[in-house]
């Protein structure tokens, strides 16, 4: 857990050895198979009856054994437990946290669309204006020269059509 490697050389080695003395054993007793039924009954009354207290002894091992594999599998499924509830949390968080920045990107897409939209019609606003006073000097214009039009004609002309005047006395 601290990452010294020697140590896990040691577990390792320690394996290798049990894994050879399981090997061993089980090629012993596959070569006796006929006698070991009887081996281990002798075995087990020679000790029952020299000390009974050892084969207890050796039982609360076997349970105790079985009460450790049994705690450190709960042990090992609270922790997986934990740790997967942690995991989905940080998970649940990290979905949050990308709905908040989808947000944040889809507002800022509609704050360009609003900026490009404005920015048409800003664009139609000038245009409309540059066409509104660009009617406005024609019409200027257009007034000026009917007023030229209708100035008296210089001394010596004749002007077909005469200005009429607004007021008329009898």
Do not use: C
Not at 83 to 103: C, D, T, Y
């Amino acid at each position: 857990m601290a990452e010294k490697r020697w140590v896990l050389w040691i577990y390792v080695f320690v394996l290798l050895i049990a894994i050879a003395l399981q090997i061993t054993v089980g090629a012993i007793a596959f070569v006796y198979r006929n006698q070991a039924a009887e081996v281990l009954g002798n075995a087990w009354d020679r000790v029952y009856h020299s000390d009974p207290r050892v084969i207890l002894d050796l039982e609360s091992f076997l349970v105790s054994l079985l009460g450790a594999a049994v705690l450190f599998h709960r042990f090992d499924k609270r922790q997986y437990i934990s740790e997967r509830q942690e995991s989905e949390e940080s998970l649940l968080r990290a979905l949050v946290e990308a709905h908040r920045v989808e947000g944040q990107i889809e507002e800022a897409r509609r704050a360009r669309r609003l900026e490009r939209e404005i920015g048409n019609l800003a664009s139609q606003v000038r245009e409309d204006t540059r066409n509104l006073l660009r009617v406005e000097q024609e019409e200027q214009a257009r007034l000026r020269d009917t007023e030229r039009s209708r100035d008296p004609p210089p001394y010596g002309t004749f002007d077909p059509n005469p200005p009429r005047s607004k007021d008329r006395r009898r």
